[in-house]
């Protein structure tokens, strides 16, 4: 089974560009309120001069966006996947799917009821992000969870046959640390930054782990 990598936060087109040139599954984009927040006619730009590598897949991530928001978007940028990443119901992703036809996937910040809440989006997302729950911020913290509750999500998004991402904290120097519970996707934005760019060696670090786990498995 491949262990699916998204490189998210790409906030400038030398990001997207380096993003581009890499095996990942998914690059993701922030429209929500963050310092790594992009201007969608800014990102339409950029991904015609820098278009994603054929199999890729564009992500973009909200909170709690409103319909408008949405379509305004999709109208300028292609996504392939909407990510979910705030308090969003069961009953708003079944209006979004409705409305727009396009793949959703819901974060699930990590919790007790971490599985209760994965369980309660069974049959209307098409995938999860776990991320670490962090007060005041929806993610992009670059603060790890503890990875030893990663198997239980796994095996809950097998159960559902779908895929889970593992976000917060991930980084070179620890991704091995968690490819021992093996997940079934990482999700990875401030590890892989140097001053708040996307570092190429950084990325090339990290994916050439990933390999390796994965040759070895």
Same mark, same amino acid.
């Given at each position: 089974?491949?262990?699916?990598?998204?490189?998210?936060?790409?906030? @400038?087109?030398?990001?997207?560009? !380096?993003?581009?040139?890499?095996?990942?599954?998914?690059?993701?984009? =922030?429209?929500?309120?963050? &310092?790594? &927040?992009?201007?969608?006619?800014?990102?339409? !730009?950029?991904?015609?001069?820098?278009?994603?590598?054929?199999?890729?897949?564009?992500?973009?991530?909200?909170?709690?966006?409103?319909?408008?928001?949405?379509?305004?978007?999709?109208?300028? *940028?292609?996504?392939?996947?909407?990510?979910?990443?705030?308090?969003?119901?069961? @009953?708003?992703?079944?209006?979004?799917?409705? =409305?727009?036809? =396009?793949?959703?996937? &819901?974060?699930?910040?990590?919790?007790?009821?971490?599985?209760?809440?994965?369980?309660?989006?069974? @049959?209307?997302?098409? $995938?999860?992000?776990?991320?670490?729950?962090?007060? $005041?911020?929806? $993610?992009g913290t670059g603060i &790890?969870?503890?990875?030893?509750? *990663?198997?239980?999500?796994?095996?809950?998004?097998?159960?559902?046959?779908?895929?889970?991402?593992?976000?917060?904290? *991930?980084?070179?120097?620890?991704?091995?640390?968690?490819?021992?519970?093996?997940?079934l996707g990482i999700d990875?934005?401030?590890?892989?930054?140097?001053?708040?760019?996307?570092?190429? @060696?950084k990325i090339q670090k990290?994916?050439?782990?990933?390999?390796?786990?994965? =040759?070895?498995?």
């Amino acid at each position: 089974m491949t262990l699916y990598v998204k490189l998210c936060g790409n906030r @400038s087109m030398e990001d997207l560009k !380096t993003v581009s040139e890499t095996t990942a599954d998914f690059v993701g984009v =922030i429209f929500a309120d963050s &310092k790594r &927040k992009v201007n969608p006619v800014q990102l339409q !730009t950029w991904l015609s001069l820098h278009p994603l590598s054929p199999g890729q897949k564009l992500v973009g991530v909200f909170v709690q966006p409103d319909l408008t928001e949405l379509e305004q978007i999709l109208e300028v *940028v292609p996504l392939d996947i909407i990510q979910l990443h705030g308090k969003e119901t069961p @009953s708003f992703v079944l209006n979004l799917k409705e =409305i727009f036809n =396009i793949p959703i996937w &819901k974060a699930i910040h990590h919790q007790q009821e971490g599985l209760k809440y994965m369980r309660a989006f069974e @049959s209307l997302v098409d $995938g999860y992000v776990i991320d670490s729950k962090v007060k $005041g911020a929806w $993610g992009g913290t670059g603060i &790890k969870f503890d990875w030893e509750a *990663v198997p239980d999500y796994t095996e809950e998004a097998m159960r559902q046959g779908l895929p889970c991402l593992i976000a917060g904290g *991930v980084r070179p120097e620890n991704i091995s640390e968690l490819l021992q519970k093996h997940p079934l996707g990482i999700d990875v934005s401030s590890g892989i930054e140097t001053n708040e760019q996307k570092d190429k @060696s950084k990325i090339q670090k990290l994916l050439r782990q990933v390999m390796t786990h994965e =040759i070895s498995r």
